[in-house]
């Protein structure tokens, strides 16, 4: 059932936030033991959808989202509960106030049901642990195939939509930890442009690329969660079909070769999908990106700040949080190192904060101007590409080349969405992304919902422990 299906059942009475809420608190008890994609459940949620049910039987006035069960991710603070990250440092850090997507998602009557595993500190502690693991929450697992990754920062968020443990999740994203998780669990990802959600109350990396966004199991439920926490908000039109002239770019380039032949062969479907439904494509070719250099300096800034306003008891800077890592115990196994804090703790050492903010400038310009360039002379609606590629085993050995078809849409604050497209060796999810232009949101949402309903690709997750031989 979609979002509307739900506040539909509960507006004529078949079906109460409070059961509702049950049962995915039972789904979560049932199967989050071999999945690990919940970190904590917030024991005030009964009462929470309780208290929406009888201001709906009241015939009191009601949010879009009411009664709306929502788990967010990790490093999102929610009044009540600690943020962790899913660090051990974190445990007893406790936020004074929820974020501000947060508030919106209350204000709009969501229960907000708890917290999803991520991959530790949102992937950036270091170069070595695997996507989906943390020392709090353990090792996300795929729900297609249990023993493949499930992708990252954002693993808790797309498996637990994938599996149903919640009707719609939150993730975030600095550079494809909403895109990725999404497609490598055949579910719905959309990275707004940035600034259209508000970032505070979210763990930092990059304040130039953070942002938050759904990640649900159709398009609709991302467009009814991104109405709520967007600002400013603007109608989303979700109607079928694309307008006439509809031109669509197709950067295939991205692709890495040998590596992806299936996810070639999904965005050949998808092209060929895109001319059933009228609209024209064109190959395009996207500079990718490098701002590696800048985020370490960014995440050490960042992170100060959040760490000495942030409630409860906790490191109080990066230097205080590698000590604390480095001396906890639990640390020991296994020890994945913590190459990108030192790097971060230095970096203020290598360059002043002067050329590091002059050069952030001029990455998200030249982004930027390359996007509007490509967008405005091909005249394109949206650019189409491979989300990711056959998903490999957790612990598997060797490589794992990734597609980084996420990169000019992070870098740049572009919107972007991932739509399930079809499956390698018939099991393991793959998507297709569309970057639509900047602040154009809610126009791109739309263009994807066409093409979800166009395909329907999504299937059920069957939970196998491991590929058919």
């Given at each position: 059932m979609t979002v509307r299906d739900l506040l539909q059942a509960m507006a004529t009475g078949q079906l109460t936030s409070a059961e509702l809420t049950a049962r995915c608190l039972a789904r979560i008890e049932r199967l989050n033991p071999a999945l690990c994609a919940v970190i904590a459940v917030d024991p005030r949620a009964p009462e929470r959808a309780r208290a929406i049910d009888r201001l709906r039987a009241s015939g009191g006035a009601v949010g879009p989202l009411a009664g709306i069960p929502i788990l967010v991710k990790d490093n999102i603070d929610t009044f009540g509960l600690p943020t962790t990250a899913g660090s051990r440092a974190l445990r007893r850090a406790l936020p004074h106030r929820d974020a501000e997507l947060v508030t919106r998602l209350r204000g709009a009557g969501a229960v907000i049901l708890g917290k999803t595993n991520l991959s530790e500190w949102a992937n950036y502690r270091t170069d070595g642990a695997p996507d989906g693991w943390s020392p709090v929450g353990g090792q996300t697992r795929n729900p297609y195939v249990l023993d493949r990754t499930p992708m990252g920062s954002s693993s808790g968020s797309a498996v637990a939509a994938a599996a149903g443990l919640a009707p719609v999740t939150i993730g975030t994203e600095t550079f494809g930890s909403i895109i990725s998780p999404a497609a490598t669990n055949a579910v719905v990802g959309f990275k707004p442009s940035h600034g259209r959600v508000g970032g505070a109350g979210i763990v930092p990396i990059s304040p130039w690329q953070d942002t938050a966004g759904p990640i649900t199991r159709n398009v609709a439920d991302a467009a009814a969660l991104f109405a709520v926490i967007a600002v400013p908000r603007r109608a989303v039109r979700l109607e079928p079909g694309l307008p006439p002239g509809t031109r669509i770019g197709v950067w295939s380039g991205i692709r890495t070769e040998g590596a992806h032949s299936e996810a070639d062969r999904v965005l050949a479907e998808a092209t060929a999908k895109l001319h059933d439904l009228g609209a024209a494509t064109v190959e395009v070719d996207l500079p990718v990106p490098a701002q590696d250099k800048v985020i370490p300096f960014e995440f050490k800034e960042a992170i100060n700040a959040y760490l000495d306003s942030a409630g409860g008891e906790h490191p109080?800077?990066?230097?205080?949080?590698?000590a604390f890592h480095r001396a906890d115990p639990a640390e020991r196994v296994p020890d994945f190192g913590l190459d990108r804090f030192e790097r971060a703790q230095l970096s203020d050492t290598v360059r002043s904060p002067r050329e590091y903010r002059e050069e952030r400038e001029r990455i998200t310009n030249e982004t930027r101007g390359s996007l509007h360039?490509?967008?405005?002379?091909?005249?394109?609606?949206?650019?189409?590409?491979?989300?990711?590629?056959?998903?490999?085993?957790?612990?598997?050995?060797?490589d794992h080349p990734w597609v980084h078809s996420c990169s000019p849409a992070a870098v740049g604050?572009?919107?972007?969405?991932?739509v399930p497209a079809g499956y390698a060796d018939a099991e393991l999810p793959l998507g297709v992304s569309f970057i639509g232009r900047r602040n154009h949101d809610e126009e791109l949402l739309g263009l994807a919902r066409t093409f979800e309903q166009a395909t329907r690709a999504r299937k059920q997750p069957r939970y196998l422990p491991a590929l058919p031989v």
């Open positions: 109080r800077d990066l230097a205080d949080l590698i360039d490509v967008f405005d002379r091909l005249r394109l609606a949206a650019i189409m590409a491979p989300s990711n590629g056959r998903a490999y085993e957790i612990l598997g050995p060797g604050g572009f919107p972007s969405i991932t």
